[in-house]
């Protein structure tokens, strides 16, 4: 069964980098049939797709428009984990954030989220 | 941007009931949609993918269908564990957007 859990710093100073932490058990960060993704949510923005990023002999990234620039996502091998980095946040990125695991043969599997703040 | 508009936005309903809940999207999207269920300070769960695909552990009275631009999540017969919020997704293409999702109440 697959188990994603999170980790993450809760608050966040604007104008820092974000980072969220997304440890992977019961299967490999590198799968070559699945995509890794990472979502947030706020009461403002509802549900927001970020980015993700899969492994077909090489590594993707798909990101969306609005973050380019702005955002990373890091898959380590090594650790078989998966981290979201959000540079030069400002408080409308206060949000819960989600990774989750994309899998078109067995569904969507999700992290249990991760409460930022961005405060000063 | 494919936009996906749920409806309705909310719902009351009773034990027993049957709810069905639609979702459109902009443009055709296959059968690239999944639905999930959320309760208040959990994350969400997904219920659906692939328009009509049961995910693994949850109930057979969820059942979804579609395919397109048009999509249905059905409750055959609402439990008192079903109070929740509902959203689809879809996940043809990027960025994957989300309907606002829906309120089912007692």
């Known amino acids: 069964q697959v188990q994603l859990q999170q980790s993450g710093p809760g608050l966040v100073k604007p104008s820092q980098t974000l980072s969220v932490t997304c440890a992977i058990s019961?299967?490999?960060?590198?799968?070559?049939?699945?995509?890794w993704n990472w979502i947030r949510q706020s009461p403002s923005r509802g549900l927001e797709w970020l980015g993700r990023t899969w492994y077909r002999s090489k590594w993707y990234y798909d990101y969306a428009v609005s973050l380019k620039g702005r955002i990373d996502i890091n898959p380590d091998t090594s650790k078989n984990q998966l981290s979201l980095l959000l540079s030069s946040v400002t408080p409308d990125d206060s949000a819960v954030y989600y990774c989750?695991?994309?899998?078109w043969g067995r569904g969507f599997e999700w992290g249990q989220g991760t409460l930022v703040t961005v405060s000063s | 941007d494919i936009q996906m508009t749920q409806s309705p936005s909310s719902l009351s309903a009773s034990v027993g009931d049957r709810v069905t809940i639609t979702c459109r999207a902009s443009?055709?999207?296959?059968?690239?949609l999944a639905w999930f269920q959320q309760k208040p300070g959990r994350a969400p769960k997904s219920l659906i993918y692939g328009a009509s695909s049961l995910q693994s552990g949850v109930p057979s009275y969820f059942s979804g269908s579609g395919s397109g631009t048009d999509f249905t999540l059905t409750i055959s017969s609402l439990q008192p564990e079903d109070f929740a919020t509902y959203y689809c997704?879809?996940?043809?293409?990027?960025?994957?957007?989300f309907g606002q999702g829906t309120n089912v109440e007692i």
């Open positions: 997704q879809q996940y043809k293409s990027s960025p994957h957007t």
């Open positions: 989750t695991r994309e899998d």
């Open positions: 443009q055709d999207i296959g059968n690239f």
């Open positions: 019961g299967d490999s960060v590198s799968s070559n049939s699945v995509a």
